[in-house]
């Protein structure tokens, strides 16, 4: 029971946000859901089709991150042919 309260303590908070969109406008959705659910620093996001149309899902993201505001920041963690995963700092804090 220890461990498993610590465990809990340390990853309650974790948002992992794995999104599968090929349009923007799919995508543009499932971003506000996630900040409807309450995200928090550290928002990871994995993106299963980022450049599966170019103009669709990165134009999206860039779109969420200015909604994020000035401190929002975005470390690639992972890139692929079409993948990109992602951690997300400078969301609004969880209520």
């Known amino acids: 029971p220890r461990v498993a309260a610590e465990l ?3 990853t309650s908070r974790i948002v992992l946000a794995h999104i ?3 349009l923007g406008s799919s995508c543009s959705h499932a971003l506000l859901l996630v900040l ?3 995200a928090c620093d550290p928002l990871f996001l994995l ?3 980022w450049f599966w149309h170019p103009e ?3 134009v999206s993201f860039n779109a969420f991150m200015r909604g994020v505001g000035p401190g929002g920041e975005a470390e ?11 951690r997300v700092s400078g969301v609004r804090r969880a209520a």
Do not use: H, M, N, Q
């Open 20 to 22: 599968d969109c090929d």
């Open 8 to 10: 809990r303590a340390l």
């Open 47 to 49: 993106f299963d089709d």
């Open 56 to 58: 669709e899902i990165p």
């Open 36 to 38: 409807d659910a309450g």
């Open 76 to 86: 690639e963690l992972s890139v692929t042919l079409y993948t990109r995963y992602l």
